[in-house]
């Protein structure tokens, strides 16, 4: 009986699962793709300004912008009046960490191309350029103006072709370690021994956390493109995405060793928090924001590994089926609730007003992913009020299509969240 309800249900969802991953990555690479340029860290600021016309060779190029900037990651090319390049060394002002300045020799009359190109804290880069003009004094009623005057005399920005490999990969990545850790803190509170039956599905998991993380940190490095790879790994957000694939890369060798339960969960839980260390919660008031997508992603690991938890019951005797979907029931109550709270919370501190939800690529990311997280809000309830005293009346109830659409939907809402992370904050 167990096993006609349960029997076919692992395999079948991982198939339908993967094939409609593949389809929603293919449809997110045009829809959730921005079509306005991508800017990451704004130029505020600019000295000298875009068009200006100076009497004097400036002593420096300052630029400020919106989020802090690594000058590691960052290069400033001045084009001289020949064609002439001239890389420029960039370095963080020693009082404001969001300001990228470099000396100039003394500059002779003539037009000027600054090329900038930054890499914001939470690892995303941005580039653009604009022009000045030294005159000479006695020359400025006549000296040609070359400068691109733009509004405000700010700098055009370059649109950068958006990550969308990086994204999947990280949405992939990260939906197989929150799922990972969620199960295994799951298999170390049941009773019997469960390793022989759920362990090749952990192990696969694990693998695929594994290998996605590891390809989202090489095409990562690829989309920041600063001057080296070693400048890219030795950056915070190098550092921290080294340290999210290696702490995958342990949870994949213990869960592999079948070492003690209690330390792969350590290596679970401990990538989770270098997830939540990375991307845009390090750029905005990081004191808050880190710790609330930390606590966000752990309650997703409850509710995505409690889901994947029930679907693994198949071997398990009815009693022992509704036992556990009492527990997951009740832990994904409360995980969905942290889940949303912490959520909206984020997204008031990213979004600086609640029109952006409507008028931006971030916002509409932001939305999808709510109406995602109600409806799985809607098959926790069906669950709770509806699906388990069903099943208790009845053992032969069939709850294998509603897991599956569950599962599907999870997978989808932390793909989005993979886009999210890469998609620029409105300003």
Not at 165 to 191: C, N
Request: hydrophobic residues 50%.
């Amino acid at each position: 009986m167990h096993r006609q309800l349960f029997g076919s249900l692992t395999a079948s969802a991982a198939s339908i699962t993967l094939r409609r991953i593949i389809l929603f990555a293919i449809c997110a690479a045009f829809v959730m793709t921005p079509r306005t340029s991508l800017a990451h860290a704004a130029l505020l600021h600019a000295s000298p300004a875009a068009g200006d016309v100076l009497m004097s060779s400036p002593p420096e190029i300052r630029l400020t912008f919106s989020e802090e900037v690594l000058p590691g990651l960052s290069s400033l090319i001045l084009v001289q009046t020949d064609g002439n390049e001239v890389n420029l060394r960039g370095a963080n002002d020693s009082h404001d960490i969001h300001v990228l300045t470099a000396s100039l020799p003394t500059l002779p009359p003539g037009g000027y191309f600054v090329k900038w190109k930054v890499t914001a804290a939470d690892g995303h880069p941005a580039s653009g350029s604009y022009s000045f003009v030294v005159a000479a004094p006695a020359a400025m009623s006549s000296t040609p103006v070359m400068a691109v005057h733009m509004p405000g005399h700010m700098a055009v920005g370059d649109e950068m072709a958006f990550p969308i490999v990086a994204s999947i990969l990280r949405g992939i990545g990260l939906s197989a370690l929150l799922a990972l850790t969620g199960m295994l803190g799951f298999l170390r509170r049941a009773d019997g021994d469960r390793g022989p039956v759920v362990r090749p599905i952990i192990q696969a998991v694990g693998a695929v956390a594994a290998i996605a993380l590891f390809l989202h940190l090489f095409f990562w490095m690829r989309y920041v493109d600063a001057p080296s790879w070693r400048a890219t790994l030795n950056s915070g957000p190098g550092r921290l995405e080294q340290a999210r694939f290696l702490f995958s890369l342990l949870l994949l060798i213990s869960v592999l060793s079948a070492s003690k339960r209690s330390l792969s969960l350590v290596f679970g839980a401990a990538a989770i928090l270098v997830s939540g260390m990375i991307g845009h919660p390090a750029s905005v008031r990081p004191l808050l924001s880190i710790p609330l997508v930390v606590v966000h992603l752990g309650a997703a690991s409850v509710w995505i590994g409690g889901v994947l938890w029930l679907a693994m019951q198949r071997s398990e005797p009815p009693v022992r089926i509704a036992i556990e979907a009492a527990r997951v029931s009740s832990a994904a109550l409360i995980a969905s609730i942290v889940v949303t709270v912490t959520g909206v919370i984020e997204a008031l501190i990213l979004l600086p007003t609640l029109s952006d939800l409507f008028t931006t690529t971030y916002g509409g990311l932001i939305i999808g992913k709510l109406v995602g997280l109600t409806v799985l809000i809607g098959f926790g309830w069906y669950h709770r009020f509806r699906g388990l005293p069903r099943f208790a009346g009845d053992s032969t109830f069939d709850m294998t299509p509603v897991l599956r659409y569950e599962i599907t939907v999870m997978v989808v809402v932390v793909m989005i969240a993979g886009f999210l992370a890469h998609t620029p904050l409105p300003q």
